[in-house]
């Protein structure tokens, strides 16, 4: 069986006592592996020992969910984002505001960058 060499982390979900992450390499192609709690806990310290031992940094790893939501609370003045299943960040009108601006900003300087390599 050939190696499967993950990129980046596309999707993570965690339910009852197991964790399943989706990695994507080069080329797009998708694994997902899910672990029990047991074995994350092993995993936490390998990869601990690696990130320790290793120059190399792991920062170009990027998460990119496949959906995303928006709200707004019922009980507090605040905009709501949910990535994936994960509980959604709130956000004060203001902050939602710097971050759309933000997003905007990034989005245009992106669409003139061409990348050689997934993020």
């Known amino acids: 069986m050939d190696k499967f060499c993950g990129e980046l982390v596309v999707r993570s979900v965690h339910s009852g006592s197991r964790l399943e992450v989706e990695f994507a390499d080069k080329a797009g192609r ?7 709690a047991d074995a994350v806990s092993v995993l936490a310290e390998i ?11 792991c920062e170009h790893l990027t998460k990119i969910p496949r959906h995303y939501a928006v709200g707004s609370g019922k009980h507090e003045p ?19 505001v710097q971050l ?9 300087a992106m669409s003139t960058i061409r990348y050689s390599a997934p993020q």
């Open 30 to 36: 998708r694994q997902t592996i899910t672990l029990s």
């Open 78 to 96: 605040v905009v709501l984002l949910r990535f994936e299943d994960e509980p959604a960040y709130g956000f004060s009108p203001d902050q939602a």
């Open 47 to 57: 990869v601990g020992q690696f990130s320790r031992s290793n120059h190399r940094s």
């Open 100 to 108: 759309g601006e933000a997003l905007l900003e990034e989005a245009e």
